[in-house]
């Protein structure tokens, strides 16, 4: 699918601050897609969630009767094999939404690129969909410190993640722009000028789409 207006895509480390980056691109003009926020939304879908239980038991459902997340993510990162089955079952729900979302920015005259926020923007292949891929820089005691704070994460659940993502250095080497978001170049001001130069290239050049 070619989308006629530019695509650019965020990925990094787990808590480098990819969706404060994000939003900053949409105060330029950019429509946004959080990848992470269709997962939750594919959960809370009947069918998807009856499979969920199926698999893993009723003690998933929390008491608001929403799959429960965190324990979800305790089962799922700690075996390849079900966290593979779990993509099975909402992978293929996300990817619509994304097409839904960017024929969505499309046909709104206001957008003038999409922003698509996906930390697995490489490992599902979904990058095929960018024209442009951001990555967002901040050493692992900063990371480690922001997701401590902001969801109570563990170092431990942490690493179970980060062991089910590509390596950030591949990551790093496979994106066509470095923004820094830590000490003084994550500034406000230091993080709006690197996001300018980069909405200057995005709707000025078009760099070649990465490979599924």
């Known amino acids: 699918m070619a989308a ?3 695509v650019v895509g965020i990925i990094g480390g787990i808590g480098s601050g990819k969706t404060h980056v994000a939003r900053l691109f949409v105060q330029r003009g950019g429509h946004l897609i959080q ?14 969630k009856a499979a969920v239980v199926r698999r893993w038991g009723p003690d998933l459902i929390g008491p608001e009767g929403e799959i429960d997340r965190r324990r979800l993510a305790a089962v799922v990162f700690a075996d390849v094999q079900e966290r593979r089955h779990l993509e099975t079952l909402v992978f293929p729900w996300i990817e619509r939404r994304i097409r839904e979302e960017i024929a969505r920015a499309e046909a709104d005259p206001q957008v003038r690129f999409v922003v698509l926020d996906a930390a697995i923007l490489l490992e599902t292949g979904w990058g095929r969909w960018c024209d442009l891929i951001v990555f967002v820089d901040a050493p692992r005691e900063v990371r480690l410190a922001r997701l401590a ?5 563990t170092e431990k659940e942490v690493e179970a993640r980060e062991q089910a993502q590509l390596p950030l250095e591949v990551k790093r080497a496979q994106a066509h722009e470095i923004i820094q978001n830590h000490g003084e170049a994550g500034s406000e001001a230091n993080l709006a000028a690197q996001v300018d130069r980069i909405v200057n290239r995005l709707l000025t050049t078009t760099p070649s789409p990465l490979s599924p």
């Open 4 to 6: 006629a207006k530019p």
């Open 149 to 153: 704070a902001s969801r109570g994460w």
């Open 35 to 48: 990848a992470d926020l269709l997962g939750h939304e594919a959960l809370r879908q009947e069918p998807i």
